[in-house]
């Protein structure tokens, strides 16, 4: 039942956002050099590798590490980045992966490649066997502010209790966290 609910979500959300999707795409290639995709390499379900896509948010030249792990984030950040990464209009292209099957709207974020911490962690506590997710428990409680045990803790947590009346009310947290930019730090 998820996957059917994930794959009517994105195409309902793919057809309603489609306009805004081309404009920021625009937006993106326009003020920055580069592509106005950047495609990562994630951590899915069994710890398999994929790829996932984001609206460039900063320079081409950036190294590929998590976020907090930049020297001075703030100065990367293309001329709109700032902006996509607030409203998480830079996460729109996952839906692309959502509707493939490498992710799901509702699991713990996929970890970077290089995440080491982070995936031996998840694997550990069996939080690997999950389709990693758009938002997530972790997510709503914290985004970028967590510490990477707290994340997983927070994961396991999810794998635990998962449920379609979990995973909606994580949907409406999302939505309100998103409409604050609650919990976003660069």
């Not at 100065?75 to 839906?95: A, H, I, W, Y």
């Not at 713990?108 to 990693?132: G, Y």
Request: hydrophobic content about 45%.
């Amino acid at each position: 039942m998820k996957r059917t609910l994930d794959l009517i979500l994105a195409i309902i959300i793919g057809g309603t956002f489609l306009l805004p999707i081309c404009i920021v795409a625009v937006l993106v290639k326009l003020s920055s050099k580069g592509p106005a995709l950047y495609w990562s390499d994630r951590v899915g379900k069994e710890n398999i590798i994929f790829r996932m896509p984001k609206f460039r948010s900063m320079k081409v030249d950036t190294p590929a590490v998590a976020t907090h792990l930049l020297d001075d984030p703030k100065s990367v950040l293309t001329p709109v980045g700032d902006f996509l990464r607030k409203s998480s209009l830079d996460e729109l292209p996952q839906l692309w992966c959502i509707l493939k099957g490498d992710m799901s709207f509702v699991g713990p974020r996929p970890a970077l490649f290089n995440q080491d911490d982070l995936i031996a962690l998840r694997t550990e506590q069996e939080v690997h066997k999950l389709v990693p997710g758009l938002t997530g428990w972790a997510q709503i409680n914290g985004r970028d502010e967590l510490p990477i045990l707290q994340k997983v803790s927070l994961d396991v947590e999810y794998l635990q209790k998962q449920s379609f009346l979990f995973d909606l009310n994580i949907l409406w947290k999302t939505f309100l966290k998103v409409l604050k930019r609650d919990g976003v730090t660069h």
